[in-house]
């Protein structure tokens, strides 16, 4: 058997009306959207027509990897939670981990809409489960920070998922396991730990991550390997085509062109 895996990331959702936000919230609003559209319009409907898009490729499972609103308001958690739900696709089809964006009101108040808005549409959060052979991870590489910084962090115990790999496995996170920022970036929007993460995927030939955060389409090879196993897509946020598609079975993951 072989399964078909949608990958969508980066959808930052806006609430579609705004009128009820603090005015502290709305400048947190115009710096995180200032280097994007700010249609809320246009964003909800691109992450709409995304999820058709999986729907009619016949897609198996969809994952998002992060950043699923703009500032973690929980009327954007419930709009994503809205269009999902309408898109067809059962919550065990479905995974969402958070990203930087979903944290910036803390990461307990993300778990909190994690274990009820989000629960609604998606198989539990952070629970592994099998896709037609695969092992597949969801990681949290949230950090509790200022806005203006994007880090990430995964951490010794979710790092360990690296290690502990004796079939193919799948880990979906926000942060990409391999440094991506311009020198001295680093800091403000990688993951703190991504050394050990690079030698951990490096050392893992089994394991195959689906990193969002850096809204490009990218196939990355890891150091030593000899086939490309970090994949990441383009955003929801510019696109409702921004979507990959990917094989899974008991030989690994491949993308596909569907």
Not at 45 to 71: I, K, P, Q, S, W
Not at 182 to 189: K, P
């Amino acid at each position: 058997g072989m399964a078909l895996l949608a990958q969508l990331s980066d959808a930052h959702l806006i609430e579609l009306d705004l009128s009820g936000r603090p005015a502290a919230d709305w400048v947190r609003l115009a710096f995180l959207s200032s280097y994007r559209p700010s249609r809320a319009a246009s964003r909800a409907r691109n992450l709409a027509g995304a999820l058709e898009r999986a729907r009619r490729a016949g897609a198996d499972h969809v994952a998002f990897t992060g950043d699923l609103t703009e500032d973690a308001a929980p009327a954007q958690f419930e709009l994503f939670a809205q269009l999902v739900g309408e898109s067809g696709f059962k919550p065990e089809q479905v995974t969402v981990i958070p990203g930087n964006h979903d944290a910036y009101r803390g990461r307990a108040a993300y778990d909190e809409q994690a274990r009820t808005t989000l629960a609604a549409v998606s198989h539990a959060e952070g629970a592994r489960f099998e896709l037609d052979g695969v092992q597949v991870v969801p990681l949290d590489s949230t950090l509790d920070q200022h806005y203006v910084r994007a880090a990430g962090l995964l951490g010794p115990e979710q790092r360990r998922h690296f290690t502990d790999v004796s079939s193919p496995t799948l880990v979906l996170q926000h942060h990409p396991p391999i440094p991506h920022s311009a020198r001295g970036l680093g800091w403000f929007q990688e993951l703190v730990d991504v050394c050990q993460v690079e030698d951990a995927v490096a050392a893992a030939p089994d394991v195959f991550v689906l990193p969002g955060h850096v809204h490009h389409h990218r196939d990355l090879v890891p150091r030593g390997s000899a086939r490309p196993r970090v994949f990441s897509p383009r955003a929801i946020v510019s696109s409702d085509d921004a979507i990959r598609f990917y094989e899974v079975d008991a030989r690994g993951v491949r993308p596909v062109t569907v």
